[in-house]
C-alpha cells in the first residue's frame, strides 16, 4: 500500500500558479518551438480529465488563455500535441506565465509569476530523482531473491530509502504550510503505521499484529486529507485515496465497509460538494462490484443518502428505478432468512423449502432451453450425485412455463433433487429472490439464512467446504 501510495506521488506532475489577486485567469504560454499549434487547458475530476479551453499558439509558439471568471482551484493540464501534457496548479492567484521546449517540455518548464508553480517544480524533480533511486533498489531486491543475505542487507537499504522519501515530504509539506503545494503533498502522504509490540510466547503473533496494523491503518487512512477543501476534487488524489481504502484496505465484507462509509460521510458533510463527490464515488464503485455480498452496501447508500433525500442531484426518476432495484435486492442480502417457497413439483405433490432438513440448500433457478441452464445443469447434478456431499439438497425451481419441456428435461437427464414448478408464480420467487437471468444460485444453511449468492456451478463444491471448515 505504501509503495502504491508512492507511485502515485509519483504520476502526478503538477506545478503552481498565481500572481497579483484580479478577477478572472490569464495564463500566457511561450513554447518556441512549437509554432502554428493548438493546445488545450483540461482539468482532472476524480479519475477523469475534462477540457477547459482552447488555447491558439502563433508563429512564434506564444499563446494567452484566459477567462473572465476564476477557474475553480486544482490541478490543471496544458495538453500539447501527441497526447504529451505538463500540470498546472490553480490556487487563488491565477495571472502567471509559462514557458518551455516542446521536446524537452519539463526538464525546460519555466513559471514566471508564480513562485508556488516554482517551487513545485522543484519539488517534482527532486522527487523523480528519489523514485529512480527506489526503482533501482527494487530491482536489485527482484534480481536476489534467491541470495537470504543480500536480501536481508537490500531491505535494510530500502526501508532507509523510504525513510528518506518520507522526510523529504515531510519537509515540503513545512515549508509549504498554508499553500496549496503543502495540501497536496500532505494528501499524498502515507500514514506512518507504528510497531505494536507484541510480548513474546504470545499465541497467534502473527496475526495479532496484523490485525492491530490493519486496524490503525485503517483508522487513521485519511488522517491527511482534509475533507472540507473543495480543491482536491479538481485533482486525481481524492478518488485515488478513496479508491484505494475501499478497494485495497478495507477488509471486502459489507458489515466493515458500512461502518466506515458512515464515518466518511460524517467527515464530508459540512461541505456539499465534497459530499456530492464521495456519494457519487461510492455509489459507483459498489454498484459495479462484483464482490457477493456488497449489494449490502449498495442498499444503505440508498437508504441512507439517495433515497433519504440527501442526494438533491439526482432526478426524480432516477431515484425510481433505483428503488425499484433496491426493493429487488433487499429480501435477498446474505446473512437473511430465505423466504419460504411452497409449490408443486415433479412428483406432483407441493414442496416447501422450508421442510428441507440439510445443512446446506441449493437454490437453483434455471430454464431447459437457457443455454448457460445446459452447461451448468449437468455440472451441478454431478456435484449432487457424489457421495461424499452430505446433507446438501437441491431445490430447484424452473421459470419456464412449458411444463413438456420441463418434465422431459428432468427424465431425460435424471435429475433426483427437489424439482419445484411455480408457472404462476404464486410464491414470488423472482420477487424474493431477484431472478432476472438464469441460471441463478443461491446457498442456504440449516436455518435457511442465505449464505452465498449467485454463484457459478463451480465455485459451489469449494464454498461449501470452506463454510464446513470454517463456519460450522
Known sequence: MKNLIFIIIFSLIPVLSFGQLKNGYQINISINDLPDSTLFLAYHLGNKQYIKDTIKLDKKGYGIVKGQETLPQGIYMIVLPGRKYFELLISDKQYFSVSCSFKDYFNTLKFSGSDLNSAFLEYQKKWISLQEKSAAM?????????????????????????????????????????????????????????????????????????????????????????????????????????????????????????????????????????????????????????????????????????????ADWVTKEFKDDLRKQIDLIRPNLIGKKAENMVMDSYKGIFVSLYDVDKDFTILYFWEPDCGHCKEATPKLKAYYDKPKNYSVEVFAVCTTSDKAKWTKYIEDNNLTWINGWDPSRISHFDYYYNVQATPTIYILDKNKKIIAKKLSVEEISSFIDNYRKYFK
Open 138 to 310: 527494487s530491482k536489485r531486491i527482484q534480481n536476489n531473491k534467491q541470495n537470504s543475505d543480500s536480501l536481508k542487507i537490500l531491505g535494510s537499504l530500502q526501508k532507509n530509502q523510504e525513510d528518506t522519501m518520507k522526510i523529504y515530504l515531510k519537509n515540503v509539506i513545512k515549508e509549504n504550510s498554508g499553500n496549496f503545494l503543502g495540501t497536496l503533498v500532505k494528501a499524498l502522504l502515507p500514514v506512518d503505521v507504528p510497531e505494536f509490540p507484541i510480548p513474546v510466547g504470545f499465541a497467534n503473533s502473527d496475526s495479532v499484529r496484523w490485525m492491530r496494523n490493519y486496524l490503525y491503518e485503517k483508522d487513521h487512512y485519511f488522517d491527511n486529507i482534509d475533507f472540507t477543501d473543495e480543491r482536491l476534487l479538481r485533482t486525481p488524489i481524492l478518488y485515488s485515496k478513496l479508491d484505494a481504502f475501499f478497494t485495497n484496505v478495507l477488509i471486502q465484507s459489507a458489515d466493515s465497509i458500512n461502518k466506515e462509509i458512515d464515518k466518511l460521510i460524517k467527515k464530508c458533510s459540512p461541505d456539499y460538494k465534497v459530499f456530492q463527490f464521495v456519494a457519487v464515488y461510492l455509489f459507483n464503485h459498489f454498484r459495479e462490484s462484483q464482490i457477493m455480498g456488497q449489494d449490502a452496501v449498495m442498499v444503505k447508500l440508498a437508504d441512507d443518502i439517495y433515497l433519504s433525500g440527501k
